[in-house]
């Protein structure tokens, strides 16, 4: 169990495009998401913490308005890349934890690895 | 500023050996301690938890937790070449959802 589904697991887009990235829990129902971002050879970034029916809480540092988060129901959020640039070219992970599990470990995603050119 | 910390390596270990990995962290008001591996290009996966001071086994992998000395370990037994990765220590702290990831130790075990 605790299946967490991301797509799409790779993504190349131009310059000043926008980019959707979809994180599903198949068999829990989640209500807090997690965005991370990773670099090459570098740990996991948190971005943001999405929480179901409200708006996501961003880590300092990263821009709300690039990084458009929704979590629109207990099995879905997403993340949209706007106005990409190949800055923002990275390897983007969804996880999450499921509901009254607090103290439980992430559930992740396979990742999207995002290329802008 | 809550941090926790591993050493990057990288940890070469022979096959069949024991791997020991370490993880620190700081500020003592914690509450769960994981273990992630992650190859290359892939997600995390969960490797072990562990919540409360000790040693929690499961099959090769043993997690240990000192919360007075604010560490946790993971000991890999009878190494195998597919356990070469990199290994993340994250911790939740009390009172925050989130997980606090280290940067990862990368082991490599040398058939």
């Known amino acids: 169990g605790a299946v967490v589904s991301q797509h799409p697991s790779r993504v190349i887009c131009k310059s000043g495009t926008s980019v959707k990235i979809e994180c599903r829990s198949l068999?829990?129902?989640?209500?807090?998401m997690f965005w991370y971002r990773q670099f090459p050879k570098k740990s996991l970034m948190l971005m943001a913490t999405?929480?179901?029916?409200?708006?996501?809480?961003?880590e300092q540092g990263v821009e709300k308005d690039k990084f458009l988060i929704n979590h629109a129901s207990l099995t879905l959020s997403t993340l949209t890349v706007t106005s990409a640039h190949p800055e923002d070219s990275s390897f983007y992970i969804c996880s999450a934890r499921g509901m009254g599990e607090r103290n439980s470990p992430l559930h992740f995603g396979n990742g999207t690895r995002l290329t802008v050119t | 500023q809550k941090e926790v910390e591993q050493n990057s390596g990288p940890l070469s270990v022979p096959e069949g050996a024991i791997a020991s990995l370490n993880c620190t962290y700081s500020d003592r008001v914690s509450q769960s301690f994981f273990w992630y591996r992650q190859y290359s290009g892939k997600s995390p996966e969960l490797i072990m938890s562990?919540?409360?001071?000790g040693d929690k086994e499961d099959g090769r992998f043993t997690a240990q937790l000192n919360k007075a000395s604010q560490y946790v370990s993971l000991l890999i037994r009878d190494s195998q070449p597919s356990d070469s990765a990199t290994y993340l220590c994250?911790?939740?702290?009390?009172?925050?959802?989130?997980?606090?990831f280290g940067t990862g130790t990368r082991l490599t075990i040398i058939p």
């Open positions: 999405s929480n179901e029916g409200s708006k996501a809480t961003y």
């Open positions: 068999d829990f129902q989640a209500t807090t």
């Open positions: 562990i919540y409360s001071n």
């Open positions: 994250a911790v939740k702290y009390f009172g925050n959802e989130k997980l606090t």
